[in-house]
């Protein structure tokens, strides 16, 4: 009876849906949810979070508030207690899985979620993962946690596997209208995910293992960061032959087939492209496999925060100027347009840099009036207008992310000495394309 | 004068077009430029060519001989007699840019091609490579040859660079939908070499110079070898986990942004993907930079027909045979579906190389009888059609290249084992995904 009832509560919008972690995916998960009809909780360890999503408020700029104003009337509310699980009936576990010091795994984040719910879980509820990890995670770590509990996963308790695509800020596509990868460790779980997300997205894409899921995320994600990782090379090798790369990327836009452009820039950020691959990475060393294109991507990628440095300096030095002691006016500080997501933002790298360089450095960012302090980071500035006051003040300016919001034919105008990470402006003498 | 009587001629259509290289590339362009009431001259240095072509006959098969009759009814012939160049309003030169031994490019067809016309060069003459090549080339080999001439380029004599963008067997895009990309050492010469092309293609694509037209076109096919390269190097880890990478890869093309599917294979094939990507490899080292994606790509891509070996020796030695004695049917010459293609094809090193171990190779493909000689290699084999009795008598079938035309569930039925080197097949017992 278990597998039916659930899944009739599942398309009946009856069951009761426990989104942990809310986060850049789980908060869109949950609001997804309960714009469905389903009764969601949201799980956290942050209080202050927590607390603001009681309150109807968002953290999320490109979330707005009267959305989880809408969830709260469906019946939404967030909390600390993981004993609340006990009544839950579709676990969703949307936590971070970052990377150690040493390009490891970290699946502490998934380990602690674990144990705080291990107490509270019993026979029919459906247990699926949507944080990105290497093939064989929920085999490895789910399952054998779940089969202590002495729940019998495909009988009394359910297992899945299903991806989150979130792609913040993108205006073409939604949590609803991105087809879903989903899994399950047996025949009977595959169904339960399967049926789960139907009921919220348009498309479920049912594949034959967890850990076939887990590699489509892992591969969608190495194909971004190594079609950038080339980018980025080709950027180089096409400045020394004096060739715009912009233009080139762009003339070859024009075939129909077999090419898709990629744009170069000054370094990987976000959660996905600059992590995940390595999660791969890692995994594939056990069976004796190394994964060389993720790791040239890497290297390359992670080198161009210090060739945008570069050019700086020698754009500065033309005008006869060091770094230390001009003053840089940094434009963008998330780590892509339109959006007030700082994760693994390469700015806050290159301002790092050019501050202990000696550089006056400011920045501009409609998303932010302040640096948030981050892991890595920590430093206390507050936010300039991009006025022609600022602009003209500067010695240089530093396009790193190419906001809609700039007044681009202002700063084109009015900059000293633009170095422009994004092909934003033409090559002139001013303009050094980095 | 000169430049707008060019241009009149050309929207006129009254203009006579030569087209040196009557190959892949050119004799579509032959087509192409008889179809819109052209006269075109094609020239070869091959006899026996210029001797079918003016007999109406064809020798590719996805040309029609249909197709080269309506040409010659509308004027076209083909001649070996290059001082009918001196005849010609716009010469295109379409010739081969192969690799010499040590992967370095043989510009020597397009040299060997300018020394021929040479002595017929004159006024108000149009000349476009089309050849792919490293940036660079048209200012350094055509410019000074030019020039020596005594011609002055941009006022009484044009020269361009337009990339050919052909994709032999493509059923959705042909000469004229594909956009052009058109480039001119001059201003004048791109106004020219774009109103050519306007009268042939939907749309071209003028680009600054010829060195962004050539890099362009080196960009869409290191864009190819890197993302095959790339997965090639996935499918073997993927195969060490227990993972079938074409499901991984068809479930990620579910995404509807930021990723496209992009196929394993035996080893790469065909002019454009595994030799032009090193013709910038070689000009980088020019100016002190390294394209490592390219040589990673290279290498991996270059490695695939030995690992396809090795996966038919283990696959054998499940059944407890040797290479050496089995009789193996290769199954698909050419070196992609559907097309009667040889260039560089991988097959043929395999075939070679399992002879040379011993085996009993046979092979069946559609599109050939035999195996026609090829600067590498020269086996003596006749095509095997594709029976019950051919497929039950070998011990081992190998899918090298899935043209539609073959029976797949026949074949499934009836070999004994399978290696499958395009994932047209299931994974089970008797077949083995390489």
């Given at each position: 009876m278990s597998k039916s009832a659930l899944i009739s509560y599942f398309k009946s919008k009856t069951a009761?849906?426990?989104?942990?972690?809310?986060?850049?995916?789980?908060?869109?998960l949950v609001i997804r949810f309960s714009k469905e009809g389903f009764k969601t909780i949201g799980?956290?360890?942050?209080?202050?979070?927590?607390?603001?999503?009681?309150?109807?408020?968002?953290?999320?700029k490109h979330i707005d508030?009267?959305?989880?104003?809408?969830?709260?009337?469906?019946?939404?509310?967030?909390?600390?207690?993981?004993?609340?699980?006990?009544?839950?009936?579709?676990?969703?576990?949307?936590?971070?899985?970052?990377?150690?010091?040493?390009?490891?795994?970290?699946?502490?984040?998934?380990?602690?979620?674990?144990?705080?719910?291990?107490p509270y879980l019993?026979?029919?509820?459906?247990?699926?993962?949507?944080?990105?990890?290497?093939?064989?995670?929920?085999?490895?770590?789910?399952?054998?946690?779940?089969?202590?509990?002495?729940?019998?996963?495909?009988?009394?308790?359910?297992?899945?596997?299903?991806?989150?695509?979130?792609?913040?800020?993108?205006?073409?596509?939604?949590?609803?209208?991105?087809?879903?990868?989903?899994?399950?460790?047996?025949?009977?779980?595959?169904?339960?995910?399967?049926?789960?997300?139907?009921?919220?997205v348009d498309q479920t894409v049912p594949v034959s293992s967890p850990r076939v899921a887990e590699m489509t995320k892992i591969l969608e994600n190495?194909?971004?960061?190594?079609?950038?990782?080339?980018?980025?090379?080709?950027?180089?090798?096409?400045?020394?032959?004096?060739?715009?790369?912009?233009?080139?990327?762009?003339?070859?836009?024009?075939?129909p087939f077999g090419f898709t452009p990629y744009y170069p820039g000054p370094g990987l950020g976000g959660h996905c492209i600059p992590i995940d691959p390595f999660y791969l990475t890692w995994k594939a060393k056990e069976v004796g496999m190394n994964t060389r294109f993720i790791e040239l991507a890497g290297e390359i990628n992670t080198a161009m925060p210090g060739y945008v440095i570069q050019k700086v300096g020698e754009a500065l030095n033309i005008a006869g100027k060091a770094i230390k002691g001009s003053k840089i006016l940094i434009l963008g500080l998330s780590y892509k347009k339109n959006v007030d997501d700082l994760r693994e933002s390469p700015s806050l790298e290159i301002i790092d840099v050019l501050h202990e360089m000696g550089a006056n450095v400011q920045f501009s960012d409609p998303f932010f009036d302040s640096i948030p302090p981050t892991r890595k980071h920590s430093l206390d500035l507050q936010?300039?207008?991009?006025?022609?006051?600022?602009?003209?003040?500067?010695?240089?300016?530093?396009?790193?992310?190419?906001?809609?919001?700039?007044?681009?034919?202002?700063?084109q105008k009015k900059a000293k000495l633009i170095v422009d990470t994004r092909g934003r402006f033409k090559q002139s003498p001013n303009v050094i394309i980095a």
């Open positions: 009761e849906i426990g989104v942990i972690g809310l986060g850049y995916v789980g908060l869109p799980f956290d360890i942050d209080v202050e979070k927590v607390k603001k999503l009681n309150m109807g408020e968002t953290y999320i508030s009267n959305e989880i104003e809408i969830a709260i009337k469906n019946g939404f509310r967030a909390t600390t207690r993981f004993s609340e699980i006990a009544n839950i009936d579709a676990i969703l576990i949307c936590v971070p899985t970052p990377l150690g010091v040493h390009n490891e795994p970290d699946l502490s984040y998934i380990r602690r979620t674990l144990e705080s719910i291990k019993k026979e029919n509820q459906l247990l699926v993962l949507e944080s990105t990890t290497y093939p064989g995670t929920t085999e490895e770590e789910i399952v054998p946690l779940i089969e202590e509990v002495g729940l019998k996963i495909g009988s009394n308790f359910f297992v899945g596997y299903s991806p989150e695509r979130e792609d913040p800020g993108n205006k073409n596509y939604t949590t609803k209208t991105i087809p879903k990868v989903v899994s399950g460790f047996t025949k009977n779980c595959l169904n339960l995910t399967k049926s789960l997300y139907d009921q919220i190495i194909h971004r960061a190594v079609n950038i990782g080339l980018v980025n090379e080709l950027k180089m090798v096409a400045e020394k032959m004096d060739i715009d790369i912009y233009e080139v990327i762009n003339a070859a836009a024009t075939k936010a300039k207008s991009l006025t022609t006051k600022t602009i003209q003040s500067a010695d240089l300016v530093l396009l790193a992310t190419d906001h809609d919001q700039f007044d681009y034919e202002l700063i």
